[in-house]
């Protein structure tokens, strides 16, 4: 029938994980509801089944026909059509009706949903139709995680489907080995786990406190400072927060996260994150991974936070007091009402080591008379507004501070470079296949779609899973658009998500 994403089959019933169905593209029904502008469709496709018990499928008899003489569906859905059964209806809602609120977080009725009638007189050819499907070996781990589906792949499994009697054939010849796709877990560890949110405290405005334990009270994945974890807060929104509780503690999991208006540069996560999350919850996240390292065996730290900024100094500071390591922490924010983490600073056995630094309060950081000319082997992190963290690297240059002993780490994606796009050839150099990666598209796009999984969860250049090793010297120049890697580091490795060759036609050649 027809369908406003040509989701549903004209052609005949075939065999889908052992069931005799006409089989529609899942994948381009969801793709299509997501993506469309209006954001809904009519439901048609559950005009599809005779069980559904609506228009000429209430009566049995019509029922018993479309079950038992399949062939006579095109007839009756034609039938159907005329009575005018299979139009949008008005009554029944479907949930893509709603949709998300981003000021407030909430989910709402929608102001707009696709009211497109349907072309009743519109002749679907089957040969013509490009349709994809995901069969029980192909199906995502059941994990609230994105999952890359291989359409290339979904449309080849589609086009060898057997038909019921072809399945029948093979049952009675006795060729029954992968007859029917059996789903079976990827190999290694699933990529998040269950925690409870064991506490929530308001700390300041806007900013709350989350400490996260695991379900049955055991110890949590061992973490270093500096450390991050993903968090699912909605299928919709996986948000990488750091870690701002002490390294040493393994009993939980600490969390600042402020609340950030959609008027102000929020995307939604952080809202929801405060208006949902209430203790007892639970939680997905993902294990502990670290971009932004301490070097344990400096001489002295200096730890420069602004505002949200402080939560990884935090963890930082606790490791270099059991350490018994020299350093300072900086903590700039507005105000006092705006500053989180205060009462617990406060109480820390090396809370002499923290310097505040209040804006209302006239006490704005001079960041030039803090940092000291360079003393060897002495390091400096700093995290929190792009401005903050740039004026930080600036007095310390001009201290004859090295590059290598300079560290941050952002938040939210800075203001980009006005880059272009060029199109460029990426070659594997393990297996010396390559890929025409078109001016629109990333590497990571382009490798997921030929089925090569590189694990990705920013595709901004912030958090560097997707860091990759490549061969500088059969490589063109290379255009590093990340914020994550180091002036060293980038001699050697590659964000596939964002970074690419600085010419058109340019070559990447990556050690995979």
Excluded at 58 to 79: D, I, K, T, V, Y
Excluded at 312 to 334: D, E, T
Excluded at 365 to 389: E, I, K, N, S
Aim: negative net charge.
């Amino acid at each position: 029938r027809e369908c406003p994403s040509g989701a549903i089959s004209a052609g005949p019933k075939l065999m889908y994980n052992g069931y005799e169905i006409w089989k529609s593209d899942a994948e381009k029904c969801t793709r299509y509801r997501i993506t469309n502008a209006a954001g809904a469709m009519c439901g048609r496709c559950m005009k599809t089944c005779p069980w559904n018990l609506e228009g000429l499928f209430a009566e049995s008899g019509f029922r018993w026909l479309a079950m038992n003489l399949p062939q006579s569906a095109r007839m009756l859905a034609e039938l159907d059509d005329r009575l005018d059964n299979g139009s949008i209806n008005p009554v029944k809602k479907w949930w893509w009706d709603l949709e998300l609120d981003r000021m407030s977080g909430r989910y709402v009725q929608a102001a707009q949903v696709n009211q497109r009638g349907l072309q009743k007189d519109l002749k679907l050819q089957y040969e013509e139709q490009s349709l994809a499907v995901y069969p029980a070996d192909r199906m995502p781990p059941p994990y609230p995680v994105t999952f890359v589906a291989n359409r290339e792949e979904g449309i080849e499994r589609y086009r060898n489907m057997l038909t019921p009697a072809q399945h029948k054939a093979r049952i009675a010849a006795g060729d029954t080995e992968n007859l029917v796709p059996q789903f079976t877990l990827p190999e290694g560890e699933p990529p998040v786990f269950p925690v409870v949110l064991q506490r929530r405290q308001e700390m300041a405005e806007g900013v709350a406190k989350y400490e996260f334990a695991t379900v049955d009270g055991s110890p949590l994945p061992p973490f270093d400072a500096g450390a991050h974890i993903d968090i699912v807060i909605a299928p919709e929104y996986q948000r990488q927060y750091s870690l701002a509780g002490d390294p040493a503690d393994r009993s939980k999991y600490v969390l600042g996260v402020l609340r950030e208006p959609m008027e102000s540069g929020g995307r939604g996560g952080s809202l929801l994150m405060h208006r949902a999350f209430r203790e007892g919850r639970m939680v997905f996240i993902t294990k502990p991974t670290n971009h932004f390292p301490l070097y344990e065996d400096a001489s002295v730290s200096l730890l420069f936070a602004g505002g949200i900024g402080v939560t990884p100094m935090i963890a930082m500071a606790h490791r270099l007091h059991a350490l018994g390591k020299p350093f300072v922490l900086h903590y700039s924010a507005a105000s006092r009402g705006s500053a989180g983490f205060l009462d617990d600073l406060s109480q820390m056995p090396w809370h002499a080591k923290v310097f505040y630094h209040f804006k209302d309060e006239g006490q704005r950081a001079d960041l030039p008379a803090l940092l000291p000319d360079y003393p060897l082997g002495a390091h400096v992190y700093t995290c929190g507004a792009p401005r903050y963290m740039d004026g930080v690297f600036e007095a310390a240059l001009a201290k004859g501070w090295p590059q290598e002993a300079l560290h941050r780490e952002y938040f939210n994606v800075p203001e980009a470079d006005a880059w272009v796009n060029h199109a460029f050839t990426l070659r594997l150099a393990q297996t010396g296949r390559t890929f025409e990666v078109p001016a629109d598209r990333s590497a990571t796009d382009v490798l997921a779609q030929a089925g090569i999984k590189i694990d990705t969860k920013c595709s901004d250049g912030l958090c560097g899973v997707c860091a990759t090793p490549y061969d500088a010297s059969a490589s063109d120049e290379l255009e590093h658009r990340d914020f994550v890697l180091g002036r060293m580091e980038r001699e050697h490795k590659v964000i596939l998500c964002c970074s690419r060759p600085k010419e058109a036609g340019g070559q990447l050649v990556v050690n995979i």
